[in-house]
């Protein structure tokens, strides 16, 4: 299927960057352990207590700017130069994806990277000495990812919703599914006609409605199937 197939849909979660040494979010070692993810991936958190959240974002970006893209990163990247209609939906704000050589790679939840004036909406690059910097119209800068409750970015969303209707096989790598909308792409995906294909350690809230489970680590698996 994988060899023969023109439109390839890819969705990624942090289980993909598990390899690179960042913690996933909701494993043992999670990003979450010592909060919920409510308390701090929030729009509330943020206007509650700016300087914590940003003081967390700036921890994962340290943890982030220290790891590499790993085997797996790397075989998606090769399998989209060997696809000619592909797209890799990602979950992940790490950008490894990126650093992998990936090319169409669509941001679901935003880039840990990029800061954004909560107020203006502007974004920026320069950061003043503050904790969280200040955007010139006094306005906090807020990292570039999507919040909880927060709507996904749009024309990023509809892209991967056409993905998702059209592939011909769809791979699930590394993510427990259980944040909408991104999961909801599963089954829309094999309602729409794709063969889907799970990568991950252990079941996940999509196995059942998955045709084919490779159980075992992303960077060891994807490297296999290129
Ligand atoms: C929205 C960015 C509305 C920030 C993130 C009740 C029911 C259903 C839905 C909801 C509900 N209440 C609220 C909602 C909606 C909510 C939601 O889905 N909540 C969930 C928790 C129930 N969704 C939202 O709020 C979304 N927005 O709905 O807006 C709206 C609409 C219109 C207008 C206005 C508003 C926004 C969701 C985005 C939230 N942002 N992140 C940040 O990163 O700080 S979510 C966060 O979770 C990350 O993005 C992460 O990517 C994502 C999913 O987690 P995973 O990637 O799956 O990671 P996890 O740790 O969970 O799992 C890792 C997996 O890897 C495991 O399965 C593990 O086994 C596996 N693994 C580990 N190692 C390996 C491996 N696999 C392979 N190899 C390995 N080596
Ligand atoms: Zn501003």
Redesign the pocket.
């Known amino acids: 299927m994988l060899e023969t197939a023109k439109r390839i849909a890819v969705l ?5 960057s ?2 690179s040494g960042i ?5 043992a070692g ?3 352990k010592n909060f919920r ?2 308390e ?2 929030t729009p509330e958190a943020f206007e509650r207590d700016p300087a914590t959240v940003w003081e ?2 700036l921890w ?1 970006r340290e943890l982030i700017a220290k790891a590499e893209p790993n085997r ?1 990163h790397r075989a998606l990247a090769e399998l989209e130069e060997r696809t000619p209609d592909f797209a890799l939906i ?4 790490d950008a490894l994806h990126d650093r992998a050589g990936s090319r169409r790679i669509l941001k ?3 880039d ?1 990277w990029t800061n954004r004036c909560q107020r203006c909406a502007r974004e920026t690059e320069t950061l003043s000495g503050e904790r969280p910097p200040r955007c010139g119209c006094g306005g906090f800068l807020r ?1 570039g ?8 970015p749009r024309a990023v969303w509809q892209e991967a919703e056409r993905a998702a209707g059209r592939a011909e096989v769809m791979l699930v ?11 909801g792409l599963v089954p829309y995906a094999r309602q729409n006609g794709a063969m889907v294909i799970e ?4 079941p ?1 809230a999509v196995s059942n409605s998955v045709d084919l489970h490779l159980w ?6 994807l490297p296999q199937i290129i």
């Open positions: 990624t979660g942090a289980g993909i598990a390899e913690p996933t979010f909701r494993g999670g990003l979450w993810p409510e701090l991936a967390w974002y994962r797996g990602t979950q992940n704000v679901v939840h935003g840990i990292p990812v999507v919040w909880f409750g927060e709507e996904l790598v590394g993510t427990s599914a259980q944040v909408y909308p991104a999961a990568i991950n350690l252990e996940t075992g680590p992303s960077g060891e698996i």
